[in-house]
């Protein structure tokens, strides 16, 4: 099943309630929030108090990506801010089995996340365990990056592994994602897709860029 995520990262700040309830009146399957704390990437964006002031009467999963160190210290506050989802990063964990498992004790799904130069190996051992791989299809760290082409072999990698041992784990794209190019993502066997500008900037409005990157992907 396609589902899509729109990064709220490409949301106008200045309108950030009604750009995701736009985005929940488009069927979005998911909220995206890209967490940064300008350590583990070069930008900083939002925390918990952010989703916690959305969660009201906002009927949305909240997928949300923890591109920062020491995530372990903040699972429990996004959880309790209203996070469905929660995707770590392994470079930054010492005990990266530990913190998948502190994930789902707070009953949120959990993710891992595999930059460009993370190999699927450094994960391999706990794909039994998680509810999502996130292949990053940029660098992390900003919006608005093109895709890199290179990643796909892993998308395929990934979804074989988990043909060939029935896991359940979704494989998720995150990075230069548009209508242009999702199909070739997702045959290559990716099922969630994170889209931020070509989303936000479809001519028709949000709701638009989320079915016509579905009808693509489909």
Not at 89 to 97: A, F, G, L, S, T
Not at 179 to 208: C, E, K, L, T, Y
């Amino acid at each position: 099943m396609i589902k899509i995520s729109p990064s709220m990262l490409a949301a106008d700040f200045g309108a950030f309630r009604q750009s995701a309830d736009a985005l929940v009146a488009g069927k979005a399957d998911y909220l995206h929030f890209d967490v940064m704390d300008g350590r583990y990437v070069p930008n900083i964006t939002f925390g918990p108090e952010l989703l916690r002031a959305l969660r009201p009467g906002m009927d949305a999963k909240f997928d949300t990506h923890l591109m920062i160190l020491e995530p372990d210290r903040y699972i429990a506050d996004f959880v309790a801010a209203g996070s469905y989802m929660i995707t770590v990063h392994p470079e930054v964990c010492y005990h990266i089995h530990r913190v998948v498992h502190q994930i789902k004790e707070t009953g949120a799904k959990a993710g891992l996340a595999l930059n460009p130069g993370t190999p699927i190996e450094a994960i391999e051992c706990l794909l039994p365990d998680i509810d999502r791989v996130l292949v990053m299809t940029v660098n992390p760290g900003f919006g608005g990056q093109k895709f890199i082409e290179s990643t796909l072999p892993k998308i395929t990698a990934l979804r074989e592994r988990a043909r060939r041992d029935n896991l359940s784990f979704e494989i998720a794209v995150d990075g230069g994602i548009s209508a242009a190019n999702v199909a070739r993502v997702a045959q290559a066997g990716a099922d969630v897709f994170i889209a931020g500008s070509s989303v936000f900037a479809h001519p028709d409005g949000p709701a638009a860029g989320i079915a016509a990157i579905r009808a693509a992907a489909e």
